[in-house]
T-cell receptor, first 114, second 115 residues
Framework: GENVEQHPSTLSVQEGDSAVIKCTYS??????FPWYKQELGKRPQLIID?????GEKKDQRIAVTLNKTAKHFSLHITETQPEDSAVYFC?????????????FGKGTSLLVTP | ETGVTQSPTHLIKTRGQQVTLRCSSQ?????VSWYQQALGQGPQFIFQ???????GRGNFPPRFSGLQFPNYSSELNVNALELDDSALYLC??????????????FGEGSRLTVL
């Protein structure tokens, strides 16, 4: 089955700096790669996703890149703000008529200090 | 708000007991997935329901079972509870159409403690 590795497990940055979180996956059939943000005691919320037919996607301060050959994808957050502090999860899934399961990484705890 | 609601929000059980968790999916969504999130870990896929049938299952034993109702709401049942079943159980709804599943919307979860 799919195995998703996520690094680093913790990340501390100064407000205004950039943060990068990296994930690798094992199943070459995976074609959907979402990123979720989970604040303490809250539900995971989708912040950005990318499908395998594109290499990069950007939404304001957040961007995701995908390298299908190397089987890795990354989340980039620019101009970080204290409210970006949370746990971020990457996931990988293959889409099919029989439904799909998101395989999550173990998470990155991001702390943005003022 | 995403529209996915779960109940109960918190519950405490003892080993060997049975538990039922409930989920109402977001309006317009026909697929419900359940995930188990242990403390400090990423969510793990339990199973998915589409048109009232199990449509995919993760590496969980048969004592984890579920149902989906005609209104697309769902239940997760866990029998013979074990201490390791203590976790946050997340329900997520989505729309499966044309072989592609859209974004998953998660509920706030049900936090189960097994003593």
């Amino acid at each position: 089955g799919e195995n998703v590795e996520q690094h680093p497990s913790t990340l501390s940055v100064q407000e205004g700096d950039s943060a990068v979180i990296k994930c690798t996956y094992s199943d070459s059939a995976s074609n959907y790669f979402p990123w979720y943000k989970q604040e303490l005691g809250k539900r995971p919320q989708l912040i950005i996703d990318i499908r395998s037919n594109v290499g990069e996607k950007k939404d304001q301060r957040i961007a995701v890149t995908l390298n299908k050959t190397a089987k890795h994808f990354s989340l980039h957050i620019t101009e970080t703000q204290p409210e970006d502090s949370a746990v971020y999860f990457c996931a990988a899934a293959s889409n099919s008529n029989s439904g799909y399961a998101l395989n999550f990484g173990k998470g990155t705890s991001l702390l943005v200090t003022p | 708000e995403t529209g996915v609601t779960q109940s109960p929000t918190h519950l405490i059980k003892t080993r060997g007991q049975q538990v039922t968790l409930r989920c109402s999916s977001q309006s317009g969504h026909n697929t419900v997935s359940w995930y188990q999130q242990a403390l400090g870990q990423g969510p793990q896929f339990i199973f998915q329901y589409y048109r009232e049938e199990e449509n995919g299952r993760g590496n969980f034993p048969p004592r984890f079972s579920g149902l989906q109702f005609p209104n697309y709401s769902s239940e997760l049942n866990v029998n013979a509870l074990e201490l390791d079943d203590s976790a946050l159980y997340l329900c997520a709804s989505s729309s499966l159409a044309g072989g592609y599943t859209g974004e998953l919307f998660f509920g706030e979860g049900s936090r189960l403690t097994v003593l």
